[in-house]
């Protein structure tokens, strides 16, 4: 099983954000980024990573705000803090491009389950140009996709 390597960033309004990233160093075709659940967080997700290392995608996700690594340090388990929802959908933005700067020019493929889902929703209303394909799972509809 591939180790993943962990790293963070700081976010817009200087939360530390944990990340994780299953890369296999030989040919990338493409980039998954994964956005878990409500009260999960990324090491569910090493399976399923497993797999799509196997198709030579590299996979990419972050504990959301109050969620896993991200939530640790504060203990503040469930609680997307002050800037809320909008702000997680934001860190999902920017480790778009982190991910993107380490594979320029490859797809890119957002999957969202369950809350991860709604947060993909929006993220495509908000900067659906900058993907090139939405899985969803365990999901409803966002009024402004349902027209």
């Given at each position: 099983?591939?180790?993943?390597?962990?790293?963070?960033?700081?976010?817009?309004?200087?939360?530390?954000?944990?990340?994780?990233?299953?890369?296999?160093?030989?040919?990338?075709?493409?980039?998954?980024?994964?956005?878990?659940?409500?009260?999960?967080?990324?090491g569910r997700?090493?399976?399923?990573?497993?797999?799509?290392?196997?198709?030579?995608?590299?996979?990419?996700?972050?504990?959301?705000?109050?969620?896993?690594?991200?939530?640790?340090?504060?203990?503040?388990?469930?609680?997307?803090?002050?800037?809320?929802?909008?702000?997680?959908?934001?860190?999902?933005?920017?480790?778009?491009?982190?991910?993107?700067?380490?594979?320029?020019?490859?797809?890119?493929?957002?999957?969202?389950?369950?809350?991860?889902?709604?947060?993909?929703?929006?993220?495509?209303?908000?900067?659906?140009?900058?993907?090139d394909g939405?899985?969803?799972?365990?999901?409803?509809?966002?009024?402004?996709?349902?027209?």
């Amino acid at each position: 099983m591939t180790q993943p390597k962990r790293f963070q960033f700081t976010s817009t309004d200087g939360l530390s954000i944990a990340c994780v990233k299953w890369v296999r160093p030989q040919h990338v075709r493409g980039v998954v980024q994964i956005a878990h659940g409500l009260g999960e967080h990324m090491g569910r997700y090493a399976e399923l990573a497993e797999t799509l290392l196997e198709d030579e995608l590299a996979v990419y996700g972050n504990d959301h705000r109050g969620h896993g690594l991200t939530a640790k340090p504060s203990g503040s388990f469930g609680d997307f803090g002050p800037s809320g929802f909008n702000q997680l959908v934001e860190d999902m933005v920017s480790l778009r491009v982190v991910a993107k700067d380490e594979h320029p020019g490859k797809s890119y493929i957002l999957l969202g389950h369950s809350l991860g889902s709604f947060a993909a929703q929006q993220f495509v209303l908000d900067h659906g140009h900058s993907i090139d394909g939405l899985v969803l799972s365990g999901s409803g509809t966002l009024d402004g996709l349902a027209r």
